[in-house]
């Protein structure tokens, strides 16, 4: 079978290694894993997770009287953490995820990049995707380049209007620094054609699949701020917040489920 997860990882090497633009980033400090996603379904094809991210302000939510705009309730004070994720003595900085299938099906074809790449081969849609993900690690590691969401994921916002035209330049640039084509063949077939070929697909992922590593409220002791206000407490953590490589599993997917293979075989390096 192949391991999808690991193929991209090489590739990202590779990638990191002949683009001077993107030189700068140690992927032993970035961790890419799979989610599922269907392929006739919308949703991303893949995404940038920063663990950098500073713990944020103390804060609670409340609630209030409809009527008179009084404060009712409010929950106990908290702060938005990044969980840590370590794998072996290396503390990890991203991690970046793609969705299978949905990633091995995405195409040219119909996308908003297809007019950077006229003439191209529809494949090159995954590797302009990968050049994606890297380019969103910011160089001065304060977190994701540009902006990004309160819960560290990328948004529409952190794409400024370079971003698209300055990925496929480095897309190109990397095709055109001669690359060894085994490096990117992967990519030229659909998660099908992969199946068919390799006799599966699989991936990288976090023990507690479908979720993985994501910021999470930790309660902090503070006194409350008004008097006679009902405090409402916060919601037990249900998510690890320390991850390591014992907490990756090797899962395979198919076009509309994914297994966890036996736990023999299925520990990721
Ligand atoms: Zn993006």
């Known amino acids: 079978m192949i391991n999808y997860t690991e193929r991209i990882a090489l590739l990202m090497q590779d990638i990191v290694r002949r683009t001077p633009n993107l030189s700068f980033i140690d992927l032993s400090e970035v961790l890419v894993f799979a989610r599922f996603g269907r392929s006739d379904a919308d949703g991303a094809y893949a995404t940038c997770h920063c663990l950098t991210l500073p713990e944020s302000e103390p804060g609670y939510f409340y609630w209030r009287d409809r009527t008179t705009g009084e404060l009712t309730r409010r929950s106990e004070w908290f702060v938005t953490k990044s ?73 529409m916002r952190s794409h400024g209007p370079l971003f698209y035209e300055q990925v496929a330049e480095m897309t190109k640039q990397y095709l055109a620094s001669n690359p060894d084509p085994e490096m990117y063949s992967f990519l030229r077939h659909d998660f099908n054609q992969l199946t068919e070929l390799h006799g599966g697909v699989i991936a990288t992922t976090f023990k507690n699949f479908p979720s993985f590593p994501q910021r999470y409220m930790q309660r ?42 036996r736990n023999d075989e299925g520990r990721a390096a």
């Open 83 to 155: 969980p840590v994720v370590r794998v072996g003595h290396t503390s990890v900085k991203y991690l970046i995820s793609f969705v299978l299938p949905r990633f091995c099906d995405q195409t040219l074809q119909r996308s908003r990049k297809a007019h950077l790449y006229p003439g191209a081969p529809g494949w090159l849609a995954k590797l302009d995707t990968v050049v994606h993900e890297l380019y969103h690690i910011d160089p001065e590691e304060t977190g994701i380049r540009r902006f990004m969401r309160a819960d560290g994921t990328d948004s």
């Open 220 to 261: 902090l002791e503070m006194p409350p701020a008004e008097c006679g206000v009902r405090i409402e407490p916060l919601k037990p953590l249900t998510q690890p917040i320390v991850y390591t490589e014992d907490d990756l599993y090797t899962r395979q997917f198919t076009g509309s489920r994914t297994n966890r293979l």
